[in-house]
T-cell receptor
Framework: QKEVEQNSGPLSVPEGAIASLNCTYSDRGSQSFFWYRQYSGKSPELIMFIYSNGDKEDGRFTAQLNKASQYVSLLIRDSQPSDSATYLCAVNPGGMNAGNMLTFGGGTRLMVKP | DGGITQSPKYLFRKEGQNVTLSCEQNLNHDAMYWYRQDPGQGLRLIYYSQIVNDFQKGDIAEGYSVSREKKESFPLTVTSAQKNPTAFYLC????????????FGQGTRLTVV
């Protein structure tokens, strides 16, 4: 069973701080990694994806991937109350075979306090 | 506007009834997916389809059925065999199953009454 693990939280940070969200995965061959944000009662929306080791920056968001250690993280700089949501990590094993589906972690609930 | 549309947004089912959740996309995506989300939990894959007239079971397919007669449509039927159907159901699509940058519909919240 391929697993994706996240701390359920809540992770509480003050407004303006850096929020750090972490995710570990069990399938060493995984090739693509996604971060989704989900507001309460709403559907997930894609905010970042990363395929290669290292950092990928997009505005206030930075995704970090370390395949050797099998973890992927999401940093949110200058956190805002509107960032308060559940963040879902998703992993895809990649390749050409059918059944290479996204496996989701349970999500981390982030609370940004004014 | 391109996107994925799920309907209805809220659905109530009586014990022993079958209900069908609609999912339509106009993104010209080949792959479509159904996920179930329980409170405080992640998403679990019910069924997926790579192409018209083809679909495969996911991790929790028991008690569910799907069809894919058109590229744009992937309805999910929750049958009476599903003993605990109350959940938030999410439909998603992607260009194909290798490119899993998936986009989600707004979800259907199903409650058994």
């Amino acid at each position: 069973q391929k697993e994706v693990e996240q701390n359920s939280g809540p992770l509480s940070v003050p407004e303006g701080a850096i929020a750090s969200l972490n995710c570990t995965y069990s399938d060493r061959g995984s090739q693509s990694f996604f971060w989704y944000r989900q507001y309460s009662g709403k559907s997930p929306e894609l905010i970042m994806f990363i395929y290669s080791n290292g950092d990928k920056e997009d505005g206030r968001f930075t995704a970090q991937l370390n395949k050797a250690s099998q973890y992927v993280s999401l940093l949110i700089r200058d956190s805002q109350p509107s960032d308060s949501a559940t963040y879902l990590c998703a992993v895809n094993p990649g390749g050409m075979n059918a059944g290479n589906m996204l496996t989701f972690g349970g999500g981390t609930r982030l609370m940004v306090k004014p | 506007d391109g996107g994925i549309t799920q309907s209805p947004k809220y659905l109530f089912r009586k014990e022993g009834q079958n209900v069908t959740l609609s999912c339509e996309q106009n993104l010209n995506h080949d792959a479509m997916y159904w996920y179930r989300q329980d409170p405080g939990q992640g998403l679990r894959l019910i069924y997926y389809s790579q192409i018209v007239n083809d679909f495969q079971k996911g991790d929790i397919a028991e008690g569910y059925s799907v069809s894919r007669e058109k590229k744009e449509s992937f309805p999910l039927t929750v049958t009476s065999a599903q003993k605990n159907p109350t959940a938030f159901y999410l439909c998603a699509s992607s260009i194909d199953v290798r490119n899993t940058e998936a986009f989600f519909g707004q979800g259907t919240r199903l409650t058994v009454v």
